[in-house]
């Protein structure tokens, strides 16, 4: 019977990758290849090729990696789905649960699918961490990042079996559990006490500043018991951080024992997960992209009949994804933390709530970028119903630009959410640079820039989900696994590097005009400078969305929906 | 209402449609039927804009749906054999929804005739997740007929309902044709075809081998006298079939 899982998963790859190769005959697949290959040649190849190629490692790079991996941990113990951590197809569930083959014949064949995404993802991150060629020692960290990614992937699976276990069984399931949930807890016990420490030292020195502070932060990690905490993160991360063969030879002896480990883990684990994974399984092919979560059916706004026609899409949109998320409790939290920052940010000198803020402006900042990868409520889960799309009176384009401005508000929302926050953590800051009337200019200036600059990015994103559908990711299939965030880097920086084309004119604009009025109106120069440079943006918009709508006209959906 | 010229389809090699040429009138209700991969559902998807035919002219209300295909959509209603439903989007809200798609004033008013039309009063805050297969297929038709549609394109209506829904959709195909709507019905169910299209086009390798009413069927093949749809059905799509 394993040998007809081993074929199942050969066969199923091949002919994946055929599929895939077949797809481009057509030009236009052909043509994004090579250019998607133009660009990532030019980012290993940007540099001169070196055999040194090191990540660029400074003396924050380590705690930033342990700080991932922390968090991917963390992740999986509190939030990843029990019933999603084992995604079988509706296929696979009518097809293998009923054969007769074991739980550990299952896991193994769902771990054996997976090899193939880790490996094209532990190669992608080589790329982008190290702008390596393929050279030896390339290949090391290849195979550093394939075993983080492996035990990663694994720890998930572990985890989630735990969960399920102690959600079903309840207390025979802790019984059964019991070695697990007490590693898991001495560690949360444990990451708790040096998680107060670490705030206990920044504290302590915010007075002297923030960059005092963290140095005090990372500092107190080089202590016996955060380093005891930390070592099985490093032991995992090192094979991937280096590149010296030596020192890889004896970074890799730990990090595959871990992997053993947890294989063991998982492996002996006979979690009952048939049940979970098949109403997970046959509720993603139903959604068919949307979140399988029980929704609280809540009231909606009234759609009168009366109006822009395309509105009912926008709305629709908006309210699938206020029913598929908390936005509720998440304005009220954005709520009392606005007031508890602008409030922290008068105590002291207000270093602390300085630190929250600029963390929240690189994020506002990272979402400009990462943001339409993030907000999909348009047209990328909407592809599978394509048919119904296409049968409604409306112009292609104004589907496309309905689609391409719920994303683009939602996404809005969210970075001003962030502006403000960070606004407010600056309130306070007497020392801070930039004065209370320009940061109040900057972030006026914000709330005209960003909704023009989200539509033009989530227009080229369902751009591309028009002209390349069997691209798109459909969430339905998507895993949610750290190991297949690779891919989504290669997309980020080519979606990006479009928006920044586009962003150029407007830009231009806005620095004109901001030059031009700097000496009557200073910082507040940005307000009429952000409309004029808007208009541009929209004017760009408008023809992206014209051309899109066209070829939205003529997309055969047997090809991307093969539900007809 | 529906009228289709040299309707031709072509995917890569292989030849889904070819030169159909037919019509339903006003208060008609024509079934189109075949066997699997005829090219029905095709044609049906052809006609309600989901594909772009290779060459050929469709008009539906007077409209080429071509030139203007809004104009062609806002007079049409497309029920597909899987219905598509949006998750988060509650019964009641799928008519608001498509109310403002079509421009249908009168909402309102028509929700809760509609809904006892079909079945769905105690749904009508229901997502369609908490729907059957066969909620799922009314809403999909409650959607359709919200905007009185002068023509409906109806792919496998019955299918996922039990015996009363079938009556009472049968019923609403009825009503809808004696109202002046043109109905295009594709079914493998001959004997809905037989109780309630009055002309039927059956294809085979998408191209029309026969069409007309019982009739005329029997007119043009006076061998197949006295059978039912059925007998007739099998008889012009096998193998050994004149033109096949």
Known sequence: MRSALVYLAWRSTANRVARQWRRLRSPRYLVAVLLGAAYFWLLIGGRRPSHDARPPAGPWTDVLVLAFLIAATLWAWLFAGNRRALAFSPAEVDLLFPAPITRRGLIQYKLLRRQLPILVNALLWTVFIARQRLHAEAVLRVIGMWLLFTTLSLHRLGASFVRASLAEQGRTGLKRRAVSVAVAGAFAGTLAFV????????SATSERGLGAALEAVRSSLARPLPRALLLPFRWLARPALTTDPPAWLRAVGPAAALLVAHYVWVIRSDAAFEEGAAESAYLRHRQRGRAPRPVKVTRSAALAATGWRPGALVWKNLLAFRRGRRVGAIAVIALILAIGLAALSFHGNGASAEAVGWILLTWAVLSVGMGPQWVRNDLRGDLPKLDLLRSYPLHGWEIVAAQAAASALVLTLGELALVGLAWCSFLGN??????????????????????????????????????????????????????????????????????????????????????????????????????????????????VLLRTGRIFERTEPLVTSPMG | MIEVEGLHKVYGDIVAVEELTFAVGAGEVVGLVGPNGAGKSTTLRALAGIVVPTRGRIRIAGHDLGAAPVAAKSELA?????????????????????????????????????????????????????????????????????????????????????PSGMRKMTSTIRQRAAAGTAILLSSHLLQLVEAICTRVVVMRHGRAVASGSMADIVRERPDLAGRSLEELFLALVSDDAPGA
């Open chain 1, 195 to 202: 998680g107060w420490d670490m705030w206990s030292a920044f």
């Open chain 1, 430 to 543: 007497g020392a801070f640079e930039v004065g209370l009337g320009e940061r109040t200019a900057v972030l006026t200036g914000a709330l005209v820039l960003l909704p023009g600059i989200n539509l033009m990015a989530m227009a080229i994103q369902n751009t591309a989900a028009v002209v390349f559908p069997e691209w798109v990711r459909h969430d339905g299939g998507r895993a949610g696994r750290i190991e297949a965030l690779g891919q989504s880097v290669l997309v980020l920086g080519i979606s990006t590097a479009i928006l920044l084309v586009f962003l150029a004119a407007p830009t231009a604009v806005v620095l004109g005009a901001v030059y031009l009025l700097r000496d009557a109106m200073g910082w507040w120069a940005w307000l009429p400078a952000a409309p004029v440079s808007v208009g541009v943006l929209l004017w760009e918009t408008r023809i």
């Open chain 2, 78 to 162: 497309f029920v597909p054999d899987e219905p598509h439903l949006f998750e988060y989007l509650t019964v009641v809200e799928h008519l608001r929804f498509t109310a403002r798609l079509y421009r249908v004033l009168d909402v309102e008013d028509q929700i809760p005739a509609l809904l006892g039309e079909l079945e769905l009063q105690s749904k009508r805050d229901a997502l369609p997740g908490e729907l059957s297969r066969g909620m799922r297929q009314k809403l999909a038709m409650g959607c359709a007929l919200l905007h009185r549609p002068a023509a409906m394109l109806l792919d496998e209506p019955l299918t996922g309902l039990d």
